[in-house]
């Protein structure tokens, strides 16, 4: 079992960053890739984000590309999502999530799920 915990959401200008932070804990978690996900109100879930349990490969959704970074500190067992450049549709709940692949990008793909933080990006 894997708990994933996800904080730094908030309320951002169009054009401003913000950095997401997903502690995992539980057996094993290490050995999981992590992925970030958003779902806007109304609409399904989509993928964002998601890096390979050693770090060293990285994907993202091409809506979000050069605009966002995500890294994981095994040593700290978090994922970040470093945001920047936010436009008002990239408004959501993010989750964190836990599974086996990091080149996967549907949701089914993950077994573990945070709880979610809300992002805002408005004027």
């Known amino acids: 079992q894997v708990h994933l915990a996800e904080s730094g959401g908030g309320l951002v200008q169009p054009g401003g960053s913000l950095r997401l932070s997903c502690v995992a804990s539980?057996?094993?978690?290490?050995?999981?890739?992590l992925a970030w996900f958003r779902q806007a109100s109304g609409k399904e879930r989509e993928f964002v984000a998601a890096?390979?349990?050693?770090?060293?490969?990285?994907y993202y959704a091409d809506s979000v590309k050069v605009r966002f970074t995500i890294a994981r500190d095994n040593t700290k067992n978090t994922v970040y999502l470093q945001m920047s450049s936010l436009k008002p549709e990239d408004t959501a709940v993010y989750y964190c999530?836990?599974?086996?692949?990091?080149?996967?990008?549907?949701?089914?793909?993950?077994?573990?799920w945070g709880e979610g933080t809300q992002v805002t990006v408005s004027s």
């Open positions: 999530a836990a599974g086996a692949w990091a080149s996967r990008s549907r949701p089914a793909d993950y077994d573990y």
């Open positions: 539980g057996r094993t978690s290490s050995t999981y890739a």
């Open positions: 890096v390979t349990r050693g770090g060293d490969r990285t």
